[in-house]
């Protein structure tokens, strides 16, 4: 994809402008060695809360090794798990259970104090729409996808180790009061049929109506944040429903439990039947991810939903990934891969808390939505050929990306932006694919924009 294409060999720069010419880290532990990090990093684990939370388990009953090295070199920093600790040393790939291995440019490029997209994780790095020669993962692949959660934050304490701590930003005060209500009601939906479905409100009744999607496999707290902002109370007045089977929805009853799944007729009509039920006013819908892909939907569908403009975040007119199954997997903990598969999607300077509260809430929904979810999300939503019949004199869109996103990056989304007459596009810096969630400080303005604009456009 453009903006994303790494060459294997010899210093030429990525389309991103990254060099890949990096000899000094053909040999990654001799590399990070020039800080000390071994030591610093077994001191971190010791010390280190999260990585404590994730290793201290009675049921990690024997201990098991990883590594991470440069392609093409057998010098391995090698990290031992057993209940309670972890330890690393330097050794060879060949004690490993596994192995991360990466380019030698792109470990440079993770080990900056504020790594550019998509160097900011493993996951990012190693892409799967977006294929990154040099990125591969060495033996058993079962032992990656169970100690995904401790990969994720070793990684994350060798780069402080060595970088220094991440310049995240601080987490907003804690407010005193909240301004959101929330309550069910019941409503048919093609493929779910009758719901009984739980939405929140906040805001200013009479204000513009906006409806807010929650990403797959999650709900809509992720709204939480710009719901109480009190830019946003004083312009909108704010919608947010969990879709059947996420969150505090009940799930569908024309299916068995692990058995969900998504398409674009039950997306759009769920939403449309909302809209109805609440008797929203020419409302504009938003949402992130496979929720921005569907407001690519419902701007072509807008009369039978009753939108006036949709705001699609992190969406684009077609994705197509290749579908892994540990997220729909009896071999592996679903509350733990889900959360560190997405965690790489986001800013690595957002909130911490904002961060975590992400990872809650993938951790927590019941079996199969994620990936069911996904069906719609990769290639189950084909837009190419249809943005062309959006009508932005009926319903205007305007896209917003984060720049962190991996799977569905800004250049995609600009170039869906091109194909619709009167589409909008803008990316936005130091966000990532979750941007109502990681930041919402830093997000509302960009919300803002697109809603003024939707409507002076309206009024004119």
């Known amino acids: 994809m453009p ?50 939370a994730f290793v201290t388990s009675n049921a990690i009953t024997a201990p098991a090794t990883f590594g991470i090295k440069s392609s093409g070199s057998d010098s391995t920093i090698l990290v031992t798990v057993s209940n309670g600790a972890g330890e690393a040393r330097i050794g060879s790939s060949k004690e ?29 790095m190693f892409g799967m729409n977006i294929k990154q020669q040099g990125i591969e993962v060495l033996g058993n692949q079962d032992g990656y996808a169970h100690y995904t959660h401790v990969w994720r934050r070793t990684l994350e304490l060798l780069h402080d180790a060595y970088a220094g701590p991440m310049a995240e930003e601080p987490d907003d005060a804690e407010p005193d009061e909240d301004h959101i209500v929330g ?59 969990d879709l059947p089977g996420h969150g505090r929805s ?11 799944t998504n398409t674009e007729d039950s997306y759009v009509g769920c939403i449309a039947a909302m809209v109805k ?41 077609y994705l197509n990934m290749t579908r892994q199954w540990y997220d729909r997997s009896p071999y592996v903990n679903q509350s733990l891969f889900n959360p560190e598969w997405v965690y790489g999607m986001m800013s690595p300077t957002a909130p911490p808390s904002n961060k975590a509260l992400i990872w809650h809430l993938y951790s927590a929904q019941a079996y199969g939505i994620f990936h069911g979810d996904l069906d719609f999300y990769f290639g189950g939503w084909d837009g190419r050929s249809r943005m062309k019949d959006i009508d932005t004199n009926a319903c205007l869109v305007y896209m917003l990306t984060g720049e962190y996103d991996w799977s569905n990056t800004p250049s995609m989304s600009a170039a869906t932006a091109e194909k619709i007459k009167g589409g909008m596009h803008k990316s936005m810096p130091g966000l990532g694919h979750f941007p109502a969630t990681e930041n919402p400080r830093r997000f509302v303005p960009f919300l803002i924009e697109a809603i003024e604009h939707i409507q002076s456009k309206r009024q004119n």
């Open 250 to 260: 009940f799930p569908s009853k024309a299916y068995f439990p692990g058995a969900h």
């Open 277 to 317: 039920k609440l008797s929203l006013n020419k409302p504009i819908v938003c949402g992130a991810s496979m929720a921005g892909q569907v407001c690519l939907a419902v701007a072509i569908r807008h009369k039978e939903v009753g939108a006036s403009g949709t705001i699609p975040l992190q969406g684009s007119d």
């Open 96 to 124: 490993a259970l596994f192995c991360l291995s990466a380019l030698p440019f792109q470990w440079r490029e993770f080990f900056k104090p504020v790594p550019v997209a998509p160097y900011q994780s493993y996951w990012g």
């Open 183 to 241: 309550r069910y009601v019941y409503v048919s939906s093609p493929l779910w049929e009758k719901c009984k479905i739980f939405y929140e409100q906040s805001g200013t009744p009479g204000k513009q109506d906006i409806v807010f999607l929650h990403t797959a496999g999650s709900d809509s707290r992720q709204y939480h944040g710009v719901m109480n902002d009190s830019r946003m109370r004083q312009r909108c007045n704010m919608i947010a429903f």
């Open 3 to 52: 903006g994303m294409d790494v060459k294997r060999n010899g210093g030429e720069p990525t389309a991103n402008g990254v060099d890949t010419n990096a000899p000094d880290w053909d040999d990654l532990p001799a590399a990070l060695e020039k800080s000390g990090v071994i030591n610093k990093t077994n001191d971190l684990f010791k010390s280190d809360g999260q990585f404590q």
